[in-house]
């Protein structure tokens, strides 16, 4: 029995466009799937991203194979991280045919940490978003990860009687880099927790809110501290070409938050 032919099927997005203007970023946004990253030489850990997948189209080209980056991602089996990055945005480039691209990664990641007295154990989360950028032959990779830390207020201390106000802050560290460089989002989690007044856990005994109580109200930072103390331990790594730092306290005596922002490179 013979089977019937398939009609050709028309492929629109390779027609040619007479507006002849060519789109810097064209691409699918929003994209919730699962992955395993790997941070540094840590085992890969499962988790679920929302990827943002881009490329620049010609000013001849009518459009992109929409598709083809969903089916990219689909097909990817090596565990992301800071290294392999580029390859996945080269792959993609080659995939549609593109000469520059970027690819944007979004996903919880979680630390197993040690509460301070107990040593109770409980799982911490940080928002990490990778980019990857390609143009004019050059690879850029950037980490941003949010670190929830506490401050305490060194005016409040100054001024009360007894106490001082504190709050939870988020300290955002975006970096960049050097291509080969061995770096870890682990090893800066560790500096803007070290620098704030007090580190957060997930699971806290009695003993442990006595110590980081206590602990917070021994190393009072303005949000300006916050960002300074950071940026000087940043600005001392030779393995990153670039970074920023910014430090967000959500007041607990205010309906507003303070804010504090150090760019370098």
């Given amino acids: 029995m013979n089977r019937p ?18 789109i810097d970023r064209v691409g699918i946004r929003g994209l919730r799937y699962p992955i395993r990253f790997a941070d540094g030489g ?15 189209l010609p000013a001849n080209r009518k459009g992109t194979h929409m598709s083809r980056l969903v089916a990219l991602i ?10 392999t990055l580029p390859a996945l945005l080269d792959a993609l480039l080659v995939r549609l045919d593109a000469d520059a691209g970027r690819i944007d990664i979004d996903f919880p990641w979680f630390v197993r940490k040690l509460a301070p007295v107990s040593g109770v154990q409980s799982m911490m989360d940080y928002e990490v978003k990778l980019r990857a950028d390609a143009a ?29 106000h504190n709050q939870r802050s988020h300290l955002s560290l975006t970096l960049r880099p050097l291509a080969g460089a ?3 989002l682990a090893a800066w989690v560790r500096v803007a927790e070290e620098e ?20 917070a109200y021994e190393r009072p930072r ?3 501290d916050l960002v300074r103390a950071v940026a000087a331990r940043l600005a001392g790594d030779v393995r990153i070409s670039g ?5 967000e306290n959500f007041e607990s005596i205010h309906n507003h938050s303070a804010y504090a922002e150090i760019v370098r490179g």
Avoid: N
């Avoid at 689909?74 to 290294?83: H, I, K, M, T, V």
């Avoid at 032959?137 to 830390?149: E, Y």
């Fill in 222 to 224: 303005f949000v300006e």
């Fill in 196 to 215: 704030a007044s007090c580190e957060l856990y997930g699971l806290l005994k009695r003993s442990d809110e006595k110590f980081v109580t206590e602990r």
């Fill in 74 to 83: 689909d097909e990817w089996r090596e565990p992301l991280s800071l290294p």
């Fill in 243 to 247: 970074f920023s730092v910014a430090a």
């Fill in 136 to 164: 004019a032959g050059s690879r850029i990779v950037t980490a941003t990860i949010v670190v929830p830390v506490m401050s305490l207020c060194p005016s409040s201390k100054a001024i009360a009687d007894y106490g001082a």
């Fill in 42 to 56: 840590d085992e890969s850990q499962a988790t679920v991203a929302t990827f943002g997948a881009y490329v620049a």
């Fill in 5 to 22: 032919e398939k009609p050709e099927i028309p492929d629109v997005q390779s027609h040619s466009d007479a507006r002849q203007l060519a």
């Fill in 182 to 184: 061995q770096v870890s």
